[in-house]
């Protein structure tokens, strides 16, 4: 005899199944949109970033190369314009950028922009993506976005005057400890031999051109000589200048190299007056046609001996009234220390003593790097 099994009604469940994806599938796609949109807006979050980013990159560079404010700008929104957000260019409104300072309150604090119409060493780009439309934004309460980013670019350009002993006792070798030379001396009337320390000065010069060469940073450079106006008892006679520029403020630093040379093949010579030299250095850095209002300014003064004439130590202090940071060097063991030590305090800047070329060199990089190093 043949067995039936009775047969099972469909379950209820099943249609509750789908009527609970029917609800489920517009909130799941929702979600999907939601995520899309966000991710969305963080991908535009980013490109501001990188657009607003570049924008003051470029305002900032402008600006430091040419201290034309308009030109910054300009640069500003072409790179903006380069960099798109949401498949758009960035468009910066001239009043999006702003120039002025920026400070770090203190060290290690985050560095602060204030707009500044004078000293000027930053810029500031404030900008707003122009509204952009959300995926299947008529489901949300916000259909377009519009991200804001504030971008600020620091430059750090230094004037540097090199304020540098140009007296007989430059042409001592390295290894002698006086303080002068005679007029008996052969090499009085010679130019400085290779084993001189001018000619280790020269080297020293040369790398500190080569620190400033490698630094991101714009600067420009002078030479300034000092020694006393003095009659060299030579043949033929010749009169040596209290203090001479021999190389005006310029973002060409192979003219400073290119003055060091010329003094390295002629003759000079005289005392040590320094204070002539200093009020030459200050000339050079307070002179409006050479010299950039934003720039730092820094003078470096070198000497192997001892001051004659006026005590420089007053023009430090004037130097540092007109804005202008006076750092010191000696070089070899018959230097007046104490001296340079007070004219740097003065001036406001650091005192350093290299008794051999080696740490001349060391010296001299160090100063560079201290004249470029500022900021983010």
Excluded at 352 to 370: N, Y
Aim: aromatic share 6%; hydrophobic share 40%; net charge negative.
């Amino acid at each position: 005899m043949q067995a039936y099994r009775a047969t099972q009604p469909l379950s209820p469940r099943h249609g509750a199944v789908l009527v609970l994806m029917a609800i489920l599938l517009p909130v799941v796609l929702v979600i999907c949109l939601f995520s899309v949109n966000v991710a969305y807006m963080s991908l535009m979050r980013t490109e501001l970033r990188v657009s607003t980013d570049a924008a003051a990159r470029a305002a900032s560079s402008t600006y430091s190369s040419t201290g034309n404010q308009a030109a910054a700008i300009d640069a500003a929104q072409e790179f903006a314009l380069l960099n798109k957000v949401g498949g758009q260019g960035l468009v910066v409104d001239d009043a999006d950028v702003e120039f002025g300072r920026s400070t770090q309150p203190s060290t290690g604090a985050r560095y602060v922009f204030t707009v500044d119409n004078v000293q000027r060493n930053a810029a500031r780009v404030n900008a707003t993506a122009e509204s952009r439309t959300l995926f299947a934004g008529g489901l949300f309460a916000n259909a377009t976005f519009s991200p804001t980013k504030t971008a600020t670019a620091t430059f750090d350009d230094v004037d540097i005057c090199l304020v540098l002993d140009r007296s007989s006792s430059m042409k001592l070798y390295t290894w002698e400890t006086s303080a002068a030379m005679s007029t008996s001396d052969p090499r009085f009337c010679q130019v400085p031999s290779v084993h001189s320390r001018w000619r280790a000065l020269s080297n020293a010069v040369g790398a500190f051109v080569e620190v400033l060469e490698d630094s991101g940073s714009t600067e420009h450079l002078a030479v300034v000589t000092y020694a006393s106006t003095y009659k060299l008892p030579c043949n033929p006679s010749f009169t040596s200048p209290q203090s001479r520029i021999d190389s005006n403020l310029s973002s060409d630093l192979a003219n400073a190299l290119n003055a060091m040379t010329t003094l390295n093949t002629t003759n000079w010579g005289g005392n040590t007056d320094i204070d002539a030299g200093v009020i030459t250095g200050r000339s050079v850095l307070t002179n409006t046609a050479l010299v950039r209002p934003h720039a730092r300014k820094v003078m470096i003064v070198l000497t192997d001996g001892h001051y004659t004439g006026a005590d420089p130590v007053p023009q430090a202090a004037t130097a540092k009234s007109q804005g202008i940071t006076v750092h010191s060097v000696t070089f070899g063991d018959g230097a007046n220390q104490q001296a340079m030590q007070d004219l740097a305090t003065a001036g406001g800047g650091t005192f350093h003593h290299a008794p051999d070329p080696e740490t001349l060199e060391s010296v001299f990089r160090k100063l560079a790097a201290m004249s470029v190093l500022l900021t983010d």
